[in-house]
């Protein structure tokens, strides 16, 4: 079956992707890089199989990610390699040279000729010839173009690989494909997009699915084995995006719950509100929606207002999501959406002279909501781009600070609209030791909330020529969610909430 065809299916319902998707961003860099170049060669090394620690266990593989956006190959071992100069483009791969006893353990050793078929590349070579191509393509360009730089979400660098061997006339230039090639990804095309959509149509599915399992008394565990099932059984998506966060009672007020230390391990009570941050990946392709919804199915009067607040923080932000719209912007909507719900719930206080809007520039929003308001999203779950050159720098103080990015919104950009407000001790005790934002804060009032942890809403968007569209299919209006729990049908025959754009 993997070999009949030149795209990536896993049968049954599962999505067809055509690699000419992968040969289409191949062609969008050769087509940036020849603005600052006549002529080179891009080589990147994909992801090795790994171990777990000192043991023969292998861990499930998953490509490096801007491999992945090249070439699309899901095995691992491999270099990939963009041969360019102003008249000619020529992608290779190079695979590694198995040993026959691999055909015993691991299956059918495939052949460069099939990977060629199968990946549409014009040419595919092992990797031990590697070194003998380069030396005869130096003859007509001596401009070797590595990765090399920092992922702005994680901290980490990006290493440029270690070549055996270059050729002594190859120039080695780290600087002018990183920046391109990160870039690049923020833009997606539409095939991408096609694929984005599917992912966010099965991750949106697969959380109502889950709403509609889980009861009081069930473990955290059990959503995340529910969602889990549910992607990979109707659709094959095995891996997830991420680490799922199945937080429950006062566990929504961890923002990445769900990880080694609190690995989604309490029981649901009647009457907590169930925070589920999950998403499918398909293809190394990502989704990332949140749910939030009280275990027995119905909000009480307190959910409610939290939980308006949290979905009027998405209805501020789509309100002037388009291209050209700042992200700093949007976040700060989010944020004053958040502040009129806790003035609503008694634990703000106005003060006589001071705006809404003040209260957001004194960053009071950042005590509620001390996360960004999304993210880029693509091939990584938080996708490359947030921070390059000639691009808007970090913003300061809680919540802003946070923001994966700051840019100017673009067509074809997706992102994650992900607005949440919590009850955190430790944001709380220092908001009280604030002097510019105690004022604001009804201390006995907040303090009857601690403990009951936060409700986030995250929608997958992607900008249009003039708007933006919704992929999350999910419900979002109390009413909708309370008749999802209850077996009612979703998606409904008509959608109630237009503004959300599903």
Request: charged residues 20%; aromatic residues 10%; hydrophobic residues 35%.
């Amino acid at each position: 079956f993997f070999l009949k065809m030149s795209a990536f299916s896993l049968g049954l319902n599962s999505f067809t992707v055509p690699f000419s998707m992968h040969s289409e961003n191949r062609s969008r860099l050769v087509s940036s890089l020849l603005t600052e170049t006549s002529d080179g060669i891009v080589l990147l090394e994909g992801g090795i199989s790994k171990e777990r620690n000192d043991t023969d266990h292998e861990l499930l593989f998953r490509q490096e990610s801007y491999f992945h956006y090249l070439f699309g190959v899901k095995e691992p071992g491999f270099w990939g390699a963009l041969y360019f100069t102003e008249t000619t483009v020529k992608s290779i791969l190079f695979c590694p040279r198995l040993p026959d006893e691999y055909a015993v353990w691991m299956g059918k050793i495939t052949t460069p000729e099939q990977f060629k078929s199968h990946y549409e590349v014009d040419e595919v070579m092992y990797v031990d010839e590697m070194e003998s191509w380069m030396a005869s393509s130096s003859s007509s360009t001596n401009n070797l173009l590595l990765m090399n730089g920092k992922n702005s979400d994680s901290g980490s660098m990006y290493v440029p690989p270690t070549l055996p061997n270059p050729p002594p006339t190859m120039t080695i230039d780290t600087k002018t494909l990183f920046p391109i090639l990160a870039n690049q990804r923020v833009y997606k095309t539409a095939k991408e997009l096609e694929l984005m959509k599917h992912v966010s149509k099965v991750t949106s599915l697969s959380h109502v699915n889950t709403m509609r399992t889980i009861k009081p008394g069930m473990m955290e565990y059990q959503a995340e084995a529910t969602f889990l099932h549910f992607n990979y059984f109707h659709y094959g998506c095995r891996q997830l995006a991420y680490t799922a966060i199945c937080a429950c009672g006062p566990d929504p007020a961890v923002l990445h719950y769900g990880h080694a230390g609190a690995p989604n391990d309490q029981k649901i009570n009647d009457g907590d509100m169930c925070l589920m941050d999950m998403g499918a990946e398909y293809h190394c392709y990502c989704s990332d929606i949140t749910m939030s919804w009280p275990a027995n199915g119905t909000f009480t009067d307190v959910q409610k207002i939290v939980y308006e607040g949290v979905l009027n923080a998405q209805r501020n932000v789509f309100e002037i999501l388009r291209p050209g719209t700042s992200w700093v912007e949007c976040h700060k909507a989010a944020e004053k959406a958040i502040l009129t719900a806790m003035v609503k719930l008694g634990v703000i206080r106005m003060v006589n002279g001071v705006t809404m809007d003040d209260m957001v520039e004194l960053r009071l929003g950042g005590v509620f909501m001390p996360h960004g308001l999304g993210h880029f999203i693509g091939v990584d779950t938080h996708d490359v781009g947030g921070y390059l050159p000639d691009f808007p720098k970090r913003e300061s103080g809680p919540g802003l600070k946070s923001l994966r990015t700051a840019r100017i919104l673009e067509k074809d950009m997706c992102l994650t609209v992900e607005p949440g407000c919590y009850f955190i001790d430790y944001t709380i005790d220092n908001a009280l030791k604030d002097d510019k934002l105690k004022g604001f804060i009804v201390e006995a009032e907040v303090n009857k909330h601690r403990g009951t942890g936060g409700v986030r809403l995250e929608d997958v968007i992607a900008i249009t020529e003039e708007s933006f569209t919704n992929y999350t299919v999910a419900p979002r209006g109390i009413d909708e969610v309370e008749s999802v729990m209850a077996g009612n049908k979703w998606p409904p025959l008509k959608d109630l909430y237009p503004e959300l754009k599903r």
